[in-house]
Structure formats: structure tokens, C-alpha cells
């Protein structure tokens, strides 16, 4: 079972997104500190760069897998798209490349906006902006602004 798990982690890519772009958590934990940025992109028909998006599952018990089981993609999908239900805030989405993984580029006509973190450093804003000007890249500019009031992040579309 283990040789089976450790040809998945080192033949098969994973691209993770979160459908909470305004979560504390998300922003702490993958986000810099809120320091980073957030990614927004348009999907068609539940693509993304023209591959299937894939949702996460949370569950408290590991996903069962049979040790006779062939290790095809349903498997892979399994075991990839499972996590402790701790993580359900995330609510999480995964694209799955299972030939060629390594970096990819996405088409910049997908990419829709982009959001700063509440401190993102004035020199990596600009950078960014100076490479999706570069890419052609038609996109609405946000700002995570944390909230006053409670503990939460507003999302701010900026204006220029």
C-alpha cells in the first residue's frame, strides 16, 4: 500500500484553490501572514485551465482503500481529495495532473483579479501589477482590508 501511495506523490500534480477568499485562516496559513496575494479565476462549464475541477471531501475517518485495489485515476482522485474534516474551512478545490506535472502557466485570459493582502509590501504590489500588465491580463484589482468591528476580512475592489 505505501509503494502504491508513494508512486501517486511523486507521478501526480496538484493545483489547490479556495472558494474563500476572505477567510482569516487561509490568509494566515497559505497567505503570507497577509502579506501574499490571492488569485481569481473564471471557470467554464467547472474547468479551470481546461481541466476538471476536483472537490475536496472532509471526513473525520481516512478514506478506505483496498491493498488489491488498482492504482488508476479514480484511486488517485480519492486519496487526493480527501482531507481531515479539520480543514473544511477551506473548502477546497484541486485540479489533478496526472502526466507532465512541474510549473505550469495558466492562460491569463482565466485570471479575473487579483487580491493584496491586508499587508502586502508596496514594492510586491507593483511587481505584480508589472507582470500581469506583461501577460495582457484583463483584471479587477482587490484589497483584503481586516475589518474593526470583528474578526473577519472585507474584500475591496480597488479604484485607480
Known amino acids: 500500500m505505501l509503494a502504491k501511495i508513494e508512486s501517486i506523490n511523486r507521478n501526480v500534480g496538484i493545483f489547490s484553490m ?3 477568499p476572505d477567510d482569516l485562516l487561509m490568509w494566515s496559513h497559505y497567505g503570507d501572514g ?3 496575494v490571492c488569485l481569481v479565476f473564471t471557470t467554464a462549464d467547472d474547468k479551470l485551465f481546461g481541466c476538471t475541477l476536483e472537490q ?3 471526513q473525520k475517518e481516512y478514506p478506505v482503500f483496498n491493498a488489491y485495489e488498482e492504482v488508476n485515476r479514480d484511486y488517485t482522485r480519492r486519496y487526493l481529495t480527501t482531507k481531515s474534516d479539520h480543514w473544511n474551512y477551506e473548502e477546497e478545490w484541486r485540479i489533478l495532473y496526472y502526466d507532465n506535472h512541474g510549473p505550469r502557466q495558466f492562460p491569463a485570459h482565466e485570471l479575473s483579479g487579483v487580491i493584496f493582502g491586508a499587508k502586502v509590501s508596496p514594492a510586491d504590489r507593483k511587481t ?3 507582470i500581469i500588465q506583461k501577460r495582457n491580463s484583463h483584471t479587477t484589482h ?3 482590508r481586516i475589518n474593526s ?3 473577519g476580512l472585507d474584500i475591496v475592489q480597488l479604484e485607480y
Request: aromatic share 16%; proline share 0%; hydrophobic share 35%.
Open 149 to 151: 468591528k470583528r474578526f
Open 128 to 130: 505584480l501589477l508589472g
Open 142 to 144: 482587490y484589497e483584503a
Open 56 to 58: 475536496v471531501r472532509y
Open 34 to 36: 497577509h502579506r501574499g
Open 18 to 20: 479556495s472558494a474563500r
